[in-house]
């Protein structure tokens, strides 16, 4: 059974083996209508690859821009922050300022109305009124 069943294999493959002569006319056209196909696919391959291209460099020129913009924005926060800070900084020496020379004046008011200090002026301002020259020296100082 084998046997035959080989045999019958073989008387069908056989021919088909024998009338393999080469490349045929057929075949031929069958290449150049191939070559003329992949050729125009090729031109379509490169006049997508040129639209993409383009679009590629549109994109490249929209985020250089969006990029100049986020950098200026950077640029107007640095400088409203410095601003500000240099604004609060100068506000609070302005403030400092101000308030030591008010705390420092109140001080000498309460020092002159409470303390043995203001007895001295009074003590002072009676005798200028008898010597001309202590007179002369508590003006010079403001104090008469």
């Known amino acids: 059974m084998r046997i035959t069943i080989f045999?019958?294999?073989?008387?069908?493959t056989l021919p088909c083996l024998a009338q393999q002569t080469g490349?045929?006319?057929?075949?031929?056209?069958?290449?150049?209508?191939?070559?003329?196909?992949?050729?125009?696919?090729m031109e379509q391959v490169?006049?997508?690859f040129?639209?993409?291209d383009k679009r590629f460099a549109e994109l490249r020129e929209d985020m250089n821009k969006r990029?100049?913009?986020?950098?200026?924005f950077l640029w107007m926060l640095v400088a409203?922050?410095?601003?500000l800070t240099g604004v609060v900084i100068g506000f609070a020496y302005w403030d400092r300022r101000t308030i030591i020379r008010k705390a420092r004046d109140e001080a000498i008011e309460v020092i002159e109305k409470e303390g043995r200090l203001s007895d001295f002026i009074k003590a002072l301002r009676a005798l200028a009124s008898e010597d001309k020259k202590v007179a002369k020296v508590l003006r010079s100082f403001g104090l008469l």
């Open 7 to 12: 045999m019958l294999l073989m008387s069908y």
């Open 67 to 72: 990029f100049d913009q986020m950098m200026n």
């Open 80 to 83: 409203i922050f410095t601003t």
């Open 50 to 52: 040129e639209q993409v």
């Open 46 to 48: 490169d006049k997508r």
């Open 23 to 41: 490349f045929t006319q057929e075949d031929r056209e069958r290449l150049v209508r191939l070559e003329a196909t992949l050729k125009v696919f």
